[in-house]
C-alpha cells in the first residue's frame, strides 16, 4: 500500500467515525431504550463508536510501521 492510499483510507475511516457520532447519523442510535450493558441504547452508540475508532487506529498505527511512512 502507497503512503496516499494509507492516508485515504485513514481519512475515510475517520469521516465514518466522525458522521456515526454527530448529527443527523447520531439520530439513528438515540434512543433510551432498549438499554444495553446498563446503559441507555445512545450513550451505548457513542461508547461503541468511540471504541471502534480506538481499534481502527491501533491498526492504522501498526499498518503505517509497516509502510514506512
Keep these: 500500500m502507497t503512503?496516499?492510499?494509507f492516508y485515504g483510507w485513514f481519512?475515510?475511516?475517520a469521516v465514518?467515525?466522525?458522521l456515526m457520532q454527530v448529527f443527523p447519523l447520531y439520530a439513528m442510535g438515540?434512543?433510551?431504550r432498549p438499554i444495553v450493558l446498563g446503559m441507555p441504547f445512545s450513550m451505548f452508540w457513542v461508547v461503541l463508536w468511540i471504541f471502534v475508532q480506538f481499534v481502527g487506529l491501533l491498526v492504522f498505527y501498526r499498518l503505517s510501521k509497516k509502510?514506512?511512512?
Excluded: Q
Aim: a positive charge; zero cysteines; glycine letters at 6%.
Design 3 to 5: 503512503p496516499r492510499g
Design 16 to 18: 465514518i467515525v466522525f
Design 30 to 32: 438515540n434512543h433510551a
Design 67 to 69: 509502510i514506512s511512512l
Design 11 to 13: 481519512i475515510a475511516f
